[in-house]
């Protein structure tokens, strides 16, 4: 009798983990189904672990809200969900979230450590290795210093070519063709068909607090050397950043491109704080920029949502300029990626004004900094954690969709 007990639990205890394994697998396909990639779902205990990347959704929130919203109707009887969202499958963020009735209790953190184990060798859905976006990034150049006319301007179509290939890898090539341009000065490299960024990034570091990466080739905007910087978010609210980088300038012309030897070094560290009440962020630079002037910079601002609009101020090599930047939503909140190519828009278009446009600032290039991925701006790819927590909150109580 005692035998055929033991029997009859081994068989339900199996049952339920077949049932469980089933309930995983599920959830798991329907997230890849909807779009997310590297998915991996596992529930233990009361407590349901969850990995995904976005490139579907538009900001750093909302797909945190879906992935909620599935994984609440596939565990109908668990209340408790533990989950990171992935950037070339480095773990960044990490939301842990309560169900109590009808309300969501969140907290945010870069503490992931603890759900990528919990997950440890569970099936992952919809590798994004090789997958390949095409976005067709809108840019803009109005320039009014001159007395002759009213402004110089260019308007360029730059589609950048983006792939990962292996964990933390991401490799980058985005030409700059130019569609429309006026009273630009013979010379002015506006006018030419060049390449904006041709370069390989790679994250060393394991993701949360740490970030660590190194970026080689053509850089944004006409540059060619390294890069390398290195990141540590201290709290919630605050992040650190040193950025250093080995460069020389690469234009073009009538002759054709021109490569300087990249012997130029610039240093920067940066402070980046996000006031929570006021949903302001503020950054502070200061150090070496990419022509060799010392300084430092200020920008403010406010996030809106998807929406982000600032202003700055720059003191360096005895001059200063001043301005405003932007950043808005350009695609709608949703783009499928279907097969293994996508061509799509942008999720923000960003724009910055400066005040100096003539003497010695402008033509000695002061406050100059560049760029290694094509969509740097100060909406995408937010990974703040106050940021996401609010934003995420509102997703989820029908603020916000």
């Known amino acids: 009798m005692r035998m055929m007990r033991y029997c009859f639990m081994l068989l339900t205890l199996l049952q339920a983990l077949a049932l469980q394994a089933q309930t995983d697998d599920g959830a798991s396909a329907q997230l890849a189904g909807m779009g997310f990639e590297n998915v991996r779902v596992k529930a233990d205990g009361g407590v349901v672990y969850a ?18 919203e599935q994984l609440a109707q596939h565990y109908a009887a668990k209340d408790s969900f533990e989950v990171v969202v992935l950037d070339t499958k480095i773990p960044r963020v990490c939301v842990h979230a309560r169900r109590d009735g009808g309300n969501w209790q969140l907290a945010v953190d870069y503490e992931v450590a603890e759900v990528m184990a919990a997950l440890g060798k569970t099936e992952e859905r919809a590798s994004s290795f090789g997958k390949i976006d095409i976005t067709f990034h809108p840019k803009v150049s109005i320039d009014n210093h001159r007395l002759d006319v009213l402004c110089e301007y260019a308007v360029t179509i730059a589609p950048s070519i983006e792939t990962t290939l292996w964990r933390g890898g991401r490799i980058t090539l985005q030409p700059m063709i130019p569609v429309a341009y006026g009273n630009l000065k013979p010379g002015n490299t506006l006018k030419y068909v060049r390449i904006g960024i041709a370069d390989i990034e790679q994250e060393f570091a394991t993701g949360g607090r740490w970030s660590l990466k190194a970026a080689a080739g053509m850089l944004h905007s006409n540059f060619t050397g390294v890069h390398a910087e290195a990141a540590y978010q201290l709290t919630r609210a605050l992040g650190l950043k040193l950025r250093v980088g080995c460069v020389g300038e690469a234009y073009v012309d009538n002759g054709g491109y021109h490569f300087e030897t990249p012997d130029r070094l610039t240093i920067l560290a940066k402070a980046d704080y996000y006031e929570r009440l006021s949903r302001l962020q503020v950054q502070l630079t200061a150090g070496r920029f990419a022509y060799g002037d010392f300084g430092g910079r200020i920008d403010v601002t406010r996030h809106f949502g998807d929406y982000a609009v600032g202003l700055f101020g720059v003191l360096t090599g005895g001059e200063h300029n001043a301005g405003f930047h932007f950043a808005i939503p350009v695609m709608g909140k949703r783009q499928k990626r279907n097969g293994a190519v996508r061509l799509r828009l942008p999720e923000y ?6 005040m100096v446009s003539y003497y010695k600032y402008a033509e000695e290039n002061m406050g100059r900094e560049y760029t290694t991925r094509a969509d740097e701006n100060r909406s995408a790819r937010y990974f703040q954690a106050e940021y996401i927590r609010q934003n995420l909150q509102k997703y989820l109580a029908g603020d916000v969709k």
């Open 349 to 354: 278009f960003s724009w910055e004004y400066s």
């Open 51 to 68: 990995a995904f990347e976005d490139p579907t959704y538009r900001g750093t929130y909302r797909g945190f809200g879906v992935v909620l």
